[in-house]
């Protein structure tokens, strides 16, 4: 198991940059794959981008393509969600999360690997807002 710690949210203005981190303690931290997540209010919460258990795999939602960029580095424990470009709608709180199950690197090629339904170990999120 892991304990999951958000932090970097921050508010910023439209086109502009954020890091966020996400600091996990526990044991075996690259056992797992690391989602980010956001839930804006009165929304659903939605997948943001998932990076696989060694960061050879990284997957995104559609709406952050080419504007964010996951990374992770397993001896610091620490997955890092880079923000640019922002906007707007990009505002949220946003959550980090583990997936349970060990899975080979290849599996998160696939859509489902965008699913907040498969993942466990939730952090308590970190605020984001863009204003115009």
């Known amino acids: 198991q892991l304990q999951l710690v958000e932090s970097g949210g921050s508010s910023v203005q439209f086109g502009g940059s954020l890091l966020l981190s996400c600091a996990a303690s526990g044991v075996n931290f690259d056992y797992y794959g690391i989602g980010w997540f956001r839930q804006a209010p009165g929304k659903e919460r939605e997948a943001v981008s998932v990076?696989?258990?060694?960061?050879?795999?990284?997957n995104y939602a559609d709406s952050v393509k080419g504007r964010f960029l996951i990374s992770r580095d397993n001896d610091k424990k620490t997955v890092y969600l880079q923000m640019n470009s922002l906007r707007p709608d990009d505002t949220a709180v946003y959550y980090c999360a583990a997936d349970p199950i060990f899975r080979p690197e290849l599996y998160y090629n696939g859509s489902w690997v965008l699913s907040p339904s498969e993942y466990e170990m939730w952090g308590r999120g970190t605020q984001v807002t863009v204003s115009e």
């Open positions: 990076i696989s258990n060694h960061g050879g795999i990284t």
